[in-house]
Each structure stands twice: as structure tokens, then as C-alpha cells.
């Protein structure tokens, strides 16, 4: 987790950008490094950060289609906000679905921990890697894999 967090920090923030919430939150991440569960959701807070910190924000307040703030569902993979369930419900296949984990913070689990990492990879894909002409860097990757082989998903 350690090195894929520093590599997509590395490529994705500007040089000598000063950045004292990704700071904290980097600090948090290693202090709860004993618990897994703790450890995999403040990963993936710091991934979302780190869009937010370069430009690009997971909106999840309020629906892109219909403007309405309840019944969220999911995100558009285009634009990253909110779709409501009944909004999105054709294009379902399309969407990914909101994790209530991304609502509120809570231990969550190995299986859970890929589909955030499946919403945030895609979003640094999306966002900073291709613009970059970069492909996901590897570390990030090996993470992935490391966690599909060893939780039997």
C-alpha cells in the first residue's frame, strides 16, 4: 500500500506543492497501519483526495441528472458525481455503485477495498495518468493483484 500511495502521489501532485491535508491524512494512514480495515479505507480517502487536491472532485452530494440530494446511487464514471437510483437505473451497467463507505468512515472489508479501488483507479486513470501518458503505474497494480490472490475473491 506504501509504495503504490507514494508512486501515484509522486506522479500525480506538481513539484514542490505545499499540501498539509494530503499531509494529515498520509500521517493518519500510517499511524492506523496496524489495522487492516482502518488502513484500506484511508487508502482509499487519500486516493480521493489526491483527485480532489489536483482538480478533480468526487462529487457525491448531489445528483448530476436531476439535482436532488437524496437517493443517491451512484457515480458517473464521465463526470464523477451522483446519479439517483432512479435516474441512473438504465444505464446501470454503466455506473458504478456509491459505496456507503465513501459516506461514512468505517472499517471495511478486502472485497470492498477493490471496488474503491476500481472508483478511484479509474478517476487517476481518467484524470491525471492519461493525461500524463502514463498507464497505472505498477504498484498500484501489484496491489490489486496482491489482494485478489490472497482473499481468495
Do not use: W
Not at 508512486?7 to 506538481?14: D, K, R
Not at 472489508?109 to 505498477?138: C, R, V, W
Amino acid at each position: 500500500m506504501l509504495q503504490s500511495l507514494f508512486t501515484v502521489l509522486t506522479i500525480s501532485l506538481p513539484e514542490g506543492i505545499e499540501e498539509n491535508q494530503i499531509y494529515l491524512e498520509i500521517e493518519k494512514f500510517i499511524k492506523n497501519l496496524g489495522s487492516l480495515e482502518n488502513t484500506m479505507i484511508d487508502y482509499l480517502n487519500l486516493e480521493i483526495t489526491i483527485l480532489t487536491q489536483v482538480g478533480y472532485q468526487i462529487d457525491l452530494q448531489t445528483c448530476a441528472v436531476t439535482n436532488k440530494c437524496e437517493k443517491l446511487f451512484y457515480i458517473s464514471p464521465k463526470s464523477g458525481r451522483a446519479v439517483t437510483q432512479e435516474a441512473g437505473h438504465k444505464y446501470h451497467d454503466q455506473l458504478f455503485i456509491i459505496p456507503d463507505y465513501f459516506y461514512e468512515h468505517r472499517p471495511i472489508n478486502y472485497q470492498e477495498f477493490l471496488d474503491g479501488l476500481k472508483i478511484t483507479g479509474h478517476f487517476l486513470q481518467k484524470n491525471i495518468f492519461h493525461h500524463k501518458n502514463i498507464a497505472m503505474p505498477s504498484s498500484r497494480v501489484n496491489l490489486i493483484d496482491y489482494v485478489q490472490k490472497h482473499t481468495d475473491i
